[in-house]
Every structure is written in C-alpha cells, then in structure tokens.
C-alpha cells in the first residue's frame, strides 16, 4: 500500500516538474498568452463596456457563461448540503 | 545539470514550490486513514494550485490590472488578469466541495460511530 | 457552536463591527467595476458578517436576524437574479448572456453592458452570500437537530 502511494507522488512530482520545465518563464512579458489573449482584454475592456477592473469585465461580461455555471454549482452544492443534513434519517 | 538546476529555480521558482506543495498534500491524502485529514490534504492540493495559477500571472513590471482614470492610453504594462479570473471560480468551488464533503463526514459518523477508514471498512462488513 | 459567546469584549466588539463589515461589503460589490472587488468577494464578506453573529450572539438574536431556511432562498434568488438578466436579450433577438443588446432609451451600448455587468455581480454576491451561511447553518446544529448518535 505504501509503495502504490509513493510511486503515485514521485510520477505526480515529476510530471510537475517536467511541465513546470517546458512552460514559459515567469514574469516573462513577451510569452504567447499575453501577447494575444490578454492584450485584447486589457485593450479592449473600456472600449467594450466602459469598466476600468479588467477581472470584472472578463468574469461578467467576456466570460460570463462560465460565472454563470459557477453560480449554478455554488447552488447545486449548498443544495446537496441542505438535503444531507435537513432530512431526519 | 546543476545549471539547469540553478536556471530552474531562478526562473520557475514558484513551479518548483508549487510542486512540493501538491506533493505532500497528494501523499497526505493517500496515506492518511482519518477522513478529515483527507480532506485537508485535499484542501491543500486544492490551495496550491491556485497559488501555481496566480503565481503565473505575474509580469516584470506590472502592475494590478485595473485600469487607473485617466491612464486609459498610456503605455502600463499591466499583470494578467486570466489567471485571477480562474482562481475566483475554483476558490468557491473550493469552498463548495469543503462543505459537502464534511455534511457527508457528519452523516459518516452518525452513521457508524468513527472516522477512520480501517474502522470503517470493518464495520461496513 | 451557535450559542451565546461567553466573553463581554467578544460581543461586544462582534455587535460594533458587524455593521461596518457589511456596508463595506456593499461597496465591495457595487464598486466591482472601478476598483478591485466584485460580486464574489464581497458576498464573501457579507456572509463572513452574518456567520460573526451567529457565533457571538444568542440564538434568538441572530436567527431573528436571519432566519432559518433564508440563507438557502437568498442563494436561489441570487441564481435567479443571474438567470433571468441573461435571459432578457433572448427577446431582442440577440444570444444569451449579451447585455448590449437590451434598448435602455438614452443609454449607450457600452454602458447597457456595464449596466448588466453590475446586475450580474449583485446576482453573484447574494448566491455567494446566501450558499455560504446556508452550509453554515446547516454544518452546526448546536442542539436544535438530532446530535450524532456515536454507536
């Protein structure tokens, strides 16, 4: 049981490490995502609907369909805690 | 290979911490037998890949993006703001999941009298 | 754990500040689009105010300040609030969740949007708020439900 569990994190820390190797540097300001991505939102967020919060504008309005399902699973969750713990078994 | 090491942890530090991070909060999770220690274990592999996104979202030079009046045109260069946006969504399903898994932690215990999982695969028979 | 905090300075100080916690909530929230903030952190707050009461003060206090099963239809009505400010533009004809194409007379197009941005975010926080104190109060009973039986 204890070598399953070893070799499961030493394959999950090499995997990190091996993708942490091949990603791009951190703090590099010419890496692909901010060159096209994110300059079309921070260009682009006062002119499309005049909020100066760039998160804001990407969480309600350039993504909003995934805040929505988000919304939906907070619900779901606080749902299910009701109807584990309400019902008298 | 040790100027790769080096070059690693100058420029992807917070890989490598990150890294640790869910490394022991995957083992804690594995070889724990109490439940709620897995789900703390849990919680910490959870808490850490959030802080891996954030920590990719840092800029040499920038600054919290948010788009000060007045500075519409000018030349910022400002942090990403993709990851944050992420993160806010998997915090409060962080959150969720926290609380349904301690509701059935609950009716666990009420339901046979202990929390530790050798116990529980005894008296499940 | 929802029972009467037995120290003096705890609720007391819990009495004063629970106020200031949730007007500054509010502003979290409204001012999600000029500052840093929004509709998650500041429903966060806001269920961090209640659950404060719930823990200083005695339970006929803070159930009266906010009842039992309320929490739950907060969240509901933040879901439904989401819901249908993204459904509105489906009778204009233009795909859902698209708040530019509500006809508010004498609005500009980007401001509709930054008018349904904060409708959006108001929506969010009550969910958030609501969802979080409803675990809450589900979580600690305290003895008004059936306590673990412990065989």
Not at chain 1, 2 to 28: E, I, K, N, Q
Not at chain 3, 40 to 50: E, P, V
Not at chain 3, 112 to 121: D, P
Request: proline content about 5%; charged content about 15%; glycine content about 8%.
């Amino acid at each position: 049981m204890r070598f399953w569990a070893a070799s499961v994190v030493v394959a999950v820390t090499v995997l990190l490490l091996l993708a942490g190797g091949s990603l791009p540097p951190l703090r590099a300001v010419d890496s692909p995502i901010s060159r096209t991505v994110e300059a079309y939102y921070v260009e682009n967020a006062i002119r499309d609907m005049d909020t100066p919060n760039i998160v804001s504008a990407i969480l309600a309005d350039y993504r909003g369909y995934d805040t929505f399902g988000e919304t939906t699973v907070v619900f779901a969750a606080g749902l299910a805690c009701f109807l584990l713990l309400r019902r008298p078994l | 290979m040790t100027d790769a090491i080096a070059q690693f942890l100058s420029e992807r530090f917070e890989y490598g911490a990150t890294t640790v991070l869910i490394a022991i909060g995957t083992h804690a999770l594995l070889v724990k037998k109490n439940l709620v220690k897995k789900m703390i274990a849990l919680n910490v592999v959870q808490t850490a890949i959030i802080l891996l996104f954030i920590a990719m979202s840092l800029r040499r030079g920038g600054t919290v993006p948010i788009i000060a009046p007045g500075a519409e045109n000018a030349d910022v260069i400002y942090m990403s703001p993709l990851p944050h946006v992420l993160m806010l969504t998997a915090i409060v399903v962080m959150v969720g999941t926290a609380g349904v898994a301690f509701a059935l932690l609950i009716r666990i215990y009420q339901r046979y009298g202990t929390l530790e999982e050798d116990e529980l695969l005894e008296r499940r028979q | 754990m929802i029972s009467r905090f037995d120290s003096v300075v705890v609720r007391t100080a819990a009495k004063i500040l629970v106020p200031f916690i949730q007007v500054f909530a509010l502003y979290v929230v409204f001012h999600g689009a000029k500052s840093p903030g929004g509709g998650f952190q500041g429903g966060a707050m806001l269920a961090a105010s209640i659950i404060l009461t719930r823990f200083t003060a005695a339970p006929e206090i803070s159930l009266r300040y906010l009842p039992d099963l309320w929490a739950l239809r907060l969240g509901g009505v933040g879901v439904l609030i989401y819901a249908v400010v993204g459904l509105l533009p489906l009778l204009w004809g233009a795909p859902f969740l698209d708040y530019g194409a509500l006809p508010i007379p004498g609005v500009h197009a980007n401001e509709v949007r930054a008018l349904g941005i904060e409708a959006v975010e108001v929506g969010v926080a009550l969910a958030v708020a609501g969802i979080m104190v409803s675990i809450f109060d589900d979580l600690a009973p305290a003895g008004r439900r059936e306590r673990p039986s412990g065989r």
